[in-house]
């Protein structure tokens, strides 16, 4: 449970419950995506489960594991080596139970569902049952637990949970039989039932910091400036990083599949390709060598590169929703190079900045633009155009550069 870097105050809140041992029969884990929220879930899981539980203190061997707990707080940690760690591992204990909505595959079998959201179908499927003549499953939750030590639920997305399957989940959670536990992994809690929330008990986790980023990232292949670079346009999510990194190995691996470019220079990883792309077109904006539609273009395209990337990873995703998710990406590229004119024009320190030739741009100009981004990022994640959405905010970003110049 200490090997999660960069969660200090969600991992010492988790200890000091566990300590208590009045632990909660429902949880929130919120924070952004890809931070170790379902790994913490997991590793609460495996720690309760756990057949050897150790008890070590905070200070052992004079190291302070975690600044916000005091150094004789004695930590309660999963032994690792018995049977019921082992199984949680390998993702087959029988008394943890992983809901994602991936799992509509096997919960509707007409196939039509493509699990953008997590269905009654599948809380019943996995949680609650279904007395219904023509699905009957057993509910899992009212289940004898099999090793004696609780069922743990762990529901990864909860937020896309349809209302329906919300108040069905309601329900149980008013009279939850003991020794059951549910946590429920969410970026927006907001999206939960305000009654599911104010049963449950709230884990905050943040942004991970540079310093937990950077390492992370070289030891997966990236080299120091574009771990940097991932790491600030991630916004401090691991996950996030990842999925660019990712997306770059599948765009790679579909060059070396071209007979044309065996003998070929690999290409430029798809990450620092698109970081290069979306700067020297917005380094032509700045200078009005280039219009908005120029940019809309380009991060249209280099969305739809990204989707490809991805969907070779999933190929059940949703494209449309995987297109979403790139554009907000390419937008906050945009967002980071205009940030970088901003700090230029303060005299604010740079940290991994974008590869540019273009210095200070006017503050109220880019602080303009800069909004339009993240109205841009959001309506993109909601269901808008995207051809719309994207000549709209360039147009906008094309005509503050203008006025800019013009002043
Ligand atoms: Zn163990």
Redesign the pocket.
């Known amino acids: 449970m200490l090997n999660i870097q960069g969660q200090t105050t969600a991992l010492a809140h988790i200890q000091r419950v566990i300590r208590s041992g009045r632990l909660a029969s429902t949880w929130i884990f919120a924070g952004p995506t890809g931070v170790g929220k379902f790994h913490a879930a997991l590793e609460m899981a495996?720690t309760c489960?756990?057949?050897?539980?150790v008890q070590r203190t905070n200070d052992d061997h004079g190291q302070l594991l975690n600044s916000l707990l005091e150094p004789e707080f004695m930590l309660t940690l999963?032994?690792?080596?018995?049977?019921?760690?082992?199984a949680v591992e390998f993702r087959n204990h029988p008394d943890l139970h992983l809901v994602s909505r991936n799992l509509i595959r096997y919960h509707d079998r007409s196939g039509k569902s493509k699990g953008t959201t997590l269905s009654i179908q599948v809380i019943r499927g996995e949680i609650l049952g279904d007395d219904s003549p023509e699905h009957r499953v057993e509910p899992k939750l009212y289940k004898r637990s099999q090793r004696g030590r609780g069922k743990w639920f762990i529901i990864d997305d909860a937020d896309l949970m349809e209302v329906p399957a919300q108040n069905a989940l309601l329900k149980a959670l008013e009279e939850p039989p003991p020794q059951n536990y549910i946590i429920m992994i969410t970026t927006s809690p907001a999206e939960l039932l305000s009654t599911i929330r104010s049963r449950s008990q709230f884990v905050q986790f943040r942004e991970l910091p540079f310093s937990v980023m950077v390492p992370e990232l070289r030891q997966r292949g990236a080299d120091d400036t574009q771990a940097k670079l991932l790491a600030r346009l991630s916004g401090g999510s691991l996950g996030k990083a990842m999925s660019f990194l990712e997306a770059t190995v599948a765009a790679e691996r579909e060059d070396e599949e071209k007979p044309s470019a065996k003998n070929a220079p690999p290409d430029a990883p798809a990450f620092s390709h698109w970081v290069q792309t979306i700067s020297s077109v917005m380094d032509n904006l700045f200078s009005g060598r280039d219009g908005g539609m120029a940019l809309a273009a380009v991060i249209q395209k280099s969305a739809e590169q990204y989707a490809k990337g991805m969907l070779k990873r999933d190929p059940l995703a949703s494209k449309d929703r995987i297109v979403r998710d790139g554009v907000g990406m390419m937008l906050g590229f945009v967002a980071a190079w205009l940030d970088d004119r901003l700090r230029h024009a303060t005299g604010a320190a740079i940290i991994a900045p974008l590869p540019s030739q273009a210095r200070a741009m006017d503050a109220t100009a880019t602080q303009e633009c800069i909004a339009v981004c993240r109205q841009a990022e959001m309506q993109a994640d909601m269901n808008a155009h995207i051809g719309v959405l994207l000549a709209s905010a360039c147009t906008a970003i094309e005509n503050a550069m203008h006025t800019a110049r013009a002043a």
């Open positions: 495996k489960l756990c057949d050897h539980c999963p032994c690792g080596v018995c049977d019921s760690c082992k």
